[in-house]
Nanobody
Framework: VQLVESGGGLVQAGGSLRLSCAAS????????IGWFRQAPGKPREEVMC????????YHAESVKGRFTISSDNAKNTVYLQMNNLKPEDTAVYYC?????????????WGQGTQVTVSS
């Protein structure tokens, strides 16, 4: 299984970014997909998680109303749309997937993509 993230970069506060995570060797049907982030000096934080088998969705409180997760099964790609970005969203963002329906997914990880939000 290989996960490749893209779409990170530098954006001003209030701006938007869409991260992509392309998967190979793994299908999203009836499995769990998620996004995590890790800021310097802080532990890794679960941002969002989506169980494709039962539709359950988890948001971190800090991103509710601003971030959305989606997937394109035809492209085997999961997205994280991030709107109204804040400087505290600055982190390396990772996608992860796992078998089954439980959050958080921890089995397979991407390499991460840097998101920097300037004030």
């Amino acid at each position: 299984v290989q996960l490749v993230e893209s779409g990170g970069g530098l954006v001003q506060a209030g701006g938007s970014l869409r991260l992509s995570c392309a998967a190979s060797g793994f299908t999203f049907d009836a499995n769990t997909i998620g996004w995590f982030r890790q800021a310097p000096g802080k532990p890794r934080e679960e941002v969002m998680c989506f169980s494709t088998s039962d539709g359950r969705l988890y948001h971190a409180e800090s991103v509710k109303g601003r971030f959305t997760i989606s997937s394109d099964n035809a492209k085997n790609t999961v997205y994280l749309q991030m709107n109204n970005l804040k400087p505290e969203d600055t982190a390396v963002y990772y996608c992860a997937v796992d078998y089954g329906s439980s959050c958080p997914p921890t089995r397979f990880w991407g390499q991460g993509t840097q998101v920097t939000v300037s004030s």
